[in-house]
């Protein structure tokens, strides 16, 4: 029997020996958590749309090149709302786009794709219509002008009038209501309008801008 207790005494031993040697208790720090998905992104949030076109700091029209229009500014136009002309130029000028819900940024925008807007002024108290023929952002300021004025000779004539953008967008409103019309070889559909204006405008203001053509 001696020999079996001490084999049981001898397995006994050993066993308390080996778990007291085994690795030390941690205390205070545990082991990192493993992600479930280590494939997923950080952030799932879906980025804001980068728009990539921006308007010119300038642009200009040369309206003696733009013989549509100096035809149009020949016709005698007795309107003393901007849209009148819809109705008023039926039968004379074929192609005409009554822009709505516009600003200064919509103007510009046309000014760079090389389309004229036309506005109503009513600053001596009569109404005349003029041409948006430049802008200039490092001077703040906005050229518009008679574009029949634009081909007769003399510095003056040829410049128009210059204001600073507060000083046009209190007559263009007072005036024009936020419209301009244009008037274009060919008929511009809204869709065309609004693509147009895509390249330099966000999305939510492009969509508020109304085109009435034919």
């Not at 308390?16 to 799932?44: D, E, F, H, Y």
């Not at 009554?98 to 600053?123: E, Y």
């Not at 274009?184 to 330099?200: M, N, S, W």
């Amino acid at each position: 029997m001696r020999p079996h207790l001490f084999h049981t005494a001898s397995i006994l031993a050993l066993s308390i020996l080996l778990v007291s040697c085994g690795p030390p208790p941690q205390t205070g720090k545990l082991p990192p958590i493993p992600s479930a998905n280590r494939s997923q992104p950080a952030s799932t949030s879906t980025p804001a749309r980068i728009r990539t076109g921006a308007l010119p700091a300038s642009a200009a029209i040369d309206v003696t090149k733009k013989p549509i229009l100096t035809t149009f500014f020949r016709m005698d136009h007795d309107v003393r709302r901007l849209e009148d002309l819809y109705a008023t130029t039926r039968g004379k000028v074929q192609n005409l786009s009554v822009v709505s819900n516009c600003n200064l940024g919509v103007l510009k925008a046309f000014v760079a794709t090389g389309w004229t807007p036309i506005i109503l002024s009513k600053r001596t108290g009569k109404a005349h219509l003029l041409a948006v023929m430049k802008y200039d952002d490092a001077d703040q300021k906005i050229q518009i002008g008679n574009p029949l004025g634009a081909r007769r000779k003399g510095s003056e004539s040829r410049r128009g009038r210059t204001l600073t953008y507060p000083e046009f967008e209190k007559e263009w409103v007072t005036g024009s209501g936020n419209k301009c019309v244009l008037i274009t070889p060919r008929r511009l559909h809204d869709v065309e309008i609004h693509a147009a204006l895509k390249k330099y405008l966000p999305e939510g203001q492009v969509a508020r801008v109304q085109v009435r053509s034919r």
